[in-house]
C-alpha cells in the first residue's frame, strides 16, 4: 500500500475506491441494501438524508455513502471536519433504529466509536477514545463520528457519520472556542504500511452498520469503551456551549456512556455528552 522514499518518509499509493465500490456493491446485494461512493459530495450525511426516503421505499435495509472528499462535512456542535481527497475514510450509513431492551441505553455513538477502536487495534494501531467520540492517536485526533436520529413517516432512522484520516489534514482552521485541533493520521509515520486500507474500510463500514442494527450488543462494546479510555486519571477542563468551565481529573467511562469526574475542589460526579472535554496541558485536543 506504501512505499518508503527515504529514512522517515513514504508515499501512499492512492486508496482503490473502486474495489471498495465492489466491495460494497457485494454486501449490499446480500443484504437488500444501497451502496454508492461518491467522487465528491458537501456531507455524506446530507446526501443519504435527500436519498433514504426512496431507497426505503424500495425496501433497502440500510444504506451507505462512501465519498473520496467532502466539502461540508461536520463533527459535533458543528465542528468542520476537513476531508481532503484520498486523504481518509469519509463515510455515512442510514440504519432502522431497533429498540433497545438493555436496562440503561448508552449513546450509540460510544458504541461505534469503540467498535472502529476495536477493528484498528485487531490490526495494529495504537488507538484510544477520547470521550465521548473522538479516535486518538498519540493523543490528537485521528477520527471521529456524529450520530443522528432522523424520521421518514413514522420510521426512525439512525444517521452515522464518521471520519478517519489516513494522512493528518494540513491548514485546519481553528474551532468555534479559537482553538486549532491537534490532529493526527493513522499512516502519519509511516506504520503499517502493508495494511489492505480497502479492506480495512470495508470492514470499519460494516462494523459500524453491525452495531447500530444489534443493540444487543452494546453492554459488551460499552465495556471494551472504557478500556480504551484515554483520559482516566489525567487532568481535564470541561466546556460547556464553548464556554471554559471546571478542571479536574478524569475518570471512568461508564456503561451509560457518561464520564466520571472530580473537580478540583473535590466534588466528584458523571458528566453526559453534551459536555466537552480538553486536556489541560493540550489546549488543542
Known amino acids: 500500500m506504501a512505499c518508503r522514499l ?12 473502486h474495489a471498495l465500490r465492489l466491495r460494497l456493491d457485494e454486501r449490499a446485494f446480500v443484504e437488500q441494501a444501497a451502496a454508492v461512493v461518491l467522487p465528491a459530495v458537501d456531507s455524506t450525511s446530507d446526501y443519504l438524508r435527500a436519498q433514504w426516503p426512496e431507497q426505503a421505499a424500495a425496501g433497502a435495509s440500510w444504506a451507505v455513502c462512501v465519498a473520496q472528499t467532502q466539502t461540508a ?9 476537513r476531508s481532503e481527497t484520498g486523504s481518509g475514510l469519509w463515510f455515512s450509513c442510514v440504519v432502522p433504529v431497533v429498540p433497545c431492551t438493555v436496562e440503561v441505553a448508552p ?25 465521548p467520540n473522538d479516535l486518538w492517536c ?10 443522528e436520529q432522523m424520521g421518514v413517516g413514522t420510521a426512525r432512522y439512525w444517521l ?38 480497502e479492506a480495512l474500510a470495508e470492514q470499519l463500514i460494516m ?12 453492554p459488551e462494546s460499552m465495556r471494551r469503551a472504557n478500556q480504551w479510555n484515554a483520559l482516566s486519571g489525567r487532568r481535564v477542563q470541561l466546556w ?21 469526574f472530580v473537580s478540583d475542589t473535590g466534588d466528584s460526579r458523571s458528566i453526559g455528552g453534551s459536555t466537552s472535554v480538553r486536556l489541560v496541558q493540550d489546549k488543542g485536543c
Not at 168 to 194: I, N, R, Y
Not at 243 to 260: H, P, Q, S, Y
Open 6 to 17: 527515504a529514512l522517515g518518509t513514504f508515499v501512499m499509493a492512492p486508496f482503490d475506491f
Open 107 to 131: 449513546p450509540l455513538s460510544l458504541v461505534i466509536a469503540s467498535e472502529l477502536i476495536r477493528v484498528l487495534n485487531a490490526v495494529g494501531f495504537d488507538i484510544r477514545l477520547k470521550w
Open 240 to 260: 460547556q456551549a464553548g464556554e471554559a468551565g471546571e478542571t479536574g481529573l478524569a475518570g471512568d467511562i461508564k456503561l451509560n456512556g457518561e464520564l466520571g
Open 138 to 147: 498519540r493523543d490528537r485526533k485521528v477520527g471521529g463520528l456524529l450520530v
Open 73 to 81: 462535512g461536520r463533527g459535533r456542535h458543528g465542528h468542520h471536519w
Open 160 to 197: 452515522i457519520g464518521v471520519g478517519i484520516n489516513w494522512l493528518a489534514p494540513t491548514h485546519l482552521p481553528s474551532d468555534k472556542t479559537g482553538v486549532v485541533p491537534s490532529v493526527s493520521g493513522l499512516f502519519e509515520e509511516g506504520e503499517l504500511l502493508s495494511i489492505d486500507r
Open 207 to 218: 462494523v459500524a452498520i453491525h452495531a447500530a442494527r444489534h443493540p444487543e450488543t452494546w
